[in-house]
């Protein structure tokens, strides 16, 4: 099968070869001629499967068929997509410029943390395809920057993620502001009651498309699960990169704050490292980017959703230097290594707090994976599990309610603490850490001596620069959701 036989124009087809694809994938085949044909499309697929070409091209094919129809003697705007994170905005609308560079269309991209005024100027031309965050969207409706009344063609990209993020409010303005005779395109990795909600709201008799989700990780992905103390994952990491002289290599973190200390403490060690994240501006990030790409630096540290969406894949390397408390998002995370034939190595640092966690990815996988110790890093045979903060939430520990993660990956959690560890699943909370309290603030977070800890405890750092543990417990200031945000 190829691109042309899909319909598609031959501007397309002639940029499409420019990029060098000579078939489509699975998404593409079934997308585009549902998009081409005018109708409301409901997709199951993430990132790396092809999809943004999947919407790209045939809104493209769309809209350059027809004319606009001028409002008030402007151009209108003609499709919406709206991304979770800046990132992805970026991307996206790099893809409608290259697949769109022998059309007469323009495009442009729309997201927070950067300067209004440019955008302002710029939507003042013409714009046919916005693709845009969902709060500066917003922001440029309330300052009356925006008209959305011309809108024919709406994609929610990374729906799932767009709910996760908190989103729902947002987006359901949006929808009020754009015509009622529209086509409609939701993007999902998940189907969620709540996208479904949305979704059944939103579609038009849609079709449901799914390709094949990566519920199982590649098969060329090797899985080891390295057994740590907690205060010595920054140790090991740097070890371990050094000793294998590991490049490219993409370490993920739980908290924007501990991927900022973490990418600090490598670069001490005298190893390459930036970290990306929300709070990053958007010239840094994309310096980072650019620069993990070229292989100039050694390793990116991100948080999950900064790193969701980024164009990165076939890495050699991924490291979970902290475990997700969302099970699926682990999946994502080795979905970056073992592309395409191409052998990956996933390893996931994990400390005696993570274990309920490692257990929830077990049950996901349906499989175990082996636990390893590194000669030199042997665990502490007094230590104990203790919660772990993250913004206001306090997870692990043992009342399940305090649990973070999505509604439905809460499952049964007996029989954590488990593999022969010392890990005791009775054990109880003594952060004092709860809802709507203050997080304590981050112990040890740098590199300080060693804080409070309960019978047996260890000192809370060990190694040069200390505080390893530091992201788990440190990354006190976030909230999960306002990572990345697209303000
Ligand atoms: P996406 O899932 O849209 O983020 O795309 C993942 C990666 O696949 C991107 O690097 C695209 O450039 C690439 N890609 C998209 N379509 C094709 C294709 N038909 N053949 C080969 N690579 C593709």
């Known amino acids: 099968m190829t691109f042309a036989s899909l319909g598609l124009a031959e501007p397309l087809l ?43 091209l045939p809104i493209l094919d769309r809209l350059s068929a027809r004319p606009a129809t001028r409002q008030n003697g402007k151009a209108p705007i003609r499709a919406l997509i709206l991304t979770p994170t800046r990132e992805l905005a970026a991307q996206v609308e790099e893809s409608v410029r290259a697949y769109g560079k ?20 710029q939507l003042r031309g013409r714009v ?20 959305l009344s011309g809108v024919e063609i709406l994609v929610l990209d990374e729906a799932d993620r767009m709910l996760d993020m908190g989103f729902i409010r947002d987006i359901r303005r949006i929808l009020a502001l754009l015509p009622k005779q529209r086509q409609n395109l939701l993007f999902s990795a998940t189907f969620s009651d709540e996208i479904r909600l949305l979704a059944d709201g939103l579609l038009n008799a849609p079709k449901s498309i799914e390709v094949a989700r990566r519920n199982a990780p590649a098969e060329a992905v090797a899985q080891r699960v390295m057994l740590v103390d ?17 490049f490219q290599v993409l370490v993920f973190t739980r908290t924007k704050h501990g991927a900022n200390r973490l990418a600090e403490q490598l670069d001490k060690d005298g190893i390459t490292a ?28 991100a948080t999950d959703i900064a790193a969701r969406g980024l164009d990165i894949v ?24 073992g592309r395409a034939g191409a052998s990956g190595e996933a390893v996931s640092l994990v400390c005696i707090d993570e274990y309920r966690f490692l257990a929830d990815i077990e049950r996901l996988l349906k499989r175990k994976l082996e636990r390893e110790i590194v000669p030199g890093f042997e665990l502490d045979p007094n230590d104990r599990p203790e919660p772990i903060v993250m913004g206001r939430r306090s997870i692990g520990g043992p009342p399940a309610q305090q649990r973070g993660g999505r509604p439905g990956n809460h499952g049964s959690h007996a029989g954590h603490g488990v593999h022969g560890t010392t890990g005791q699943p009775g ?21 300080a001596g060693p804080g409070p800890r309960g019978p047996g405890g260890m000192p809370a750092s060990r190694g040069p620069g200390g505080g390893g543990h530091g992201p788990v417990r440190g990354g006190v200031t976030n909230r999960g959701r306002s990572a990345g945000r697209g303000r």
Do not use: C
């Open 14 to 56: 002639r940029a499409v070869g420019d990029r060098g694809y000579s078939e489509p994938t699975p998404i593409q085949l079934q997308a585009i001629p549902v998009v081409l044909e005018g109708g409301d499309l409901l997709a199951g697929a993430q990132t790396g499967t092809g999809k943004t070409a999947g919407f790209v």
């Open 102 to 121: 022998y059309l007469p269309l323009k495009s442009m991209t729309m997201f927070g943390g950067v300067n209004i005024n440019p955008q302002i100027t």
């Open 128 to 147: 046919d395809i916005l693709v845009a965050t969902p709060g500066r969207l917003l922001d440029h409706v309330q300052q009356r920057t925006v008209d």
């Open 230 to 246: 907690r205060g010595r994952k920054r140790e090991l990491l740097s070890k371990l990169i050094k000793t294998h002289n590991w």
């Open 274 to 301: 930036l970290a990306i994240h929300g709070n990053k501006s958007q010239g840094a990030r994309t310096r980072a980017l650019s620069e993990f790409k070229s292989g100039d630096l050694q390793v990116l540290v």
């Open 314 to 337: 076939d890495l050699p390397h991924v490291v979970n230097y902290e475990l997700p408390n969302v099970s699926e998002d682990y999946i994502h995370r080795i979905g970056r290594t």
């Open 427 to 447: 054990h109880s909370s003594r952060s004092g850490t709860s809802h709507g309290q203050p997080a304590r603030p981050a112990r040890g977070g740098n590199g």
